[in-house]
């Protein structure tokens, strides 16, 4: 019996029907459209950086120590970052984080020595511990339990199609009209996002509060304090129902923010890594 209900819904589900379904949803699109924005613009510290400090005289090892500072960063905070995080919504986060970044890259349009990257390194890592977790937990969190890979899916395409535009916009600023320009049209590119994620932000909550995460998001609203007897002030507050639903998203919630977060801090040891070695 159990096999025949797993085959009868094997038959059911349609790859087209679940890509139609995702491409049609305004919180995921809005989600996919903004964050291929922000990764355009920030992979310009693979492939614009390098360049852009090797015009003021700067090389190979100034620009590892840069890398080595990213990663370092990323290491050390991620983790108790998760603990801000908690209180605020994704929303919040995200724009917070991607206001930080586009401060750092602000910094690089006049950056005419190590110590001015180094300190733009750290604001825009700092930004960064923002904005990739909390963006992968917020598709997550989104996306209808049936379609949960095809969203993961499409909202992954974003590195690839990054991966391989940025360099080539980068490549054409650079050459046509210098750093100083590109690092301005990747502060303004922040900015920008930000304000999109703040505007588009309505969609994304009714989304996740259709798939039981928005009391994961209310119980980590400023004035709550999640450790020891954390949850006594909203257990107090919230009938017995509703309390079960709140500590099963609150599982839900962490369990999937700790798996992107240790996702992201093994690229981050793997990128110091690669730094080191060059």
Known sequence: CTAQTAQSQQSKFSIWRSYRRACTDKALMSMVVLMFLY????YQIVSGL?????Q??????EYSSLLTINGGILCLLQIPAIALFQRMSNTRVLVLGMSITAVGY???I????????????V???LGELGT??????TVANIAPKDVRGTYQGLYNLVWSLSNAFSPLVGGWILNAFGSHVLWTCCTVMFVIVAIGFYVTRGPRERAAARNGHRFWQFAFAPGFVLRGGNLDAVHRRMPASVEGMQQLALTQGQQSQHAVIHGQLALALEFAQQAAAI
Not at 50 to 54: D, F, G, K, L, R
Not at 132 to 137: G, H, N, Q, R, S
């Open 123 to 125: 604001l825009w890592t």
């Open 39 to 42: 990764t355009l613009a920030y």
């Open 110 to 121: 006049g950056a005419d020595s190590w110590v001015t990257f180094a300190i733009a390194t």
């Open 56 to 61: 003021i005289g700067l090389g190979t090892d």
């Open 50 to 54: 390098p360049i852009s400090m090797t």
């Open 132 to 137: 990739f977790p909390i963006a992968a937990t």
């Open 106 to 108: 602000a910094f690089q």
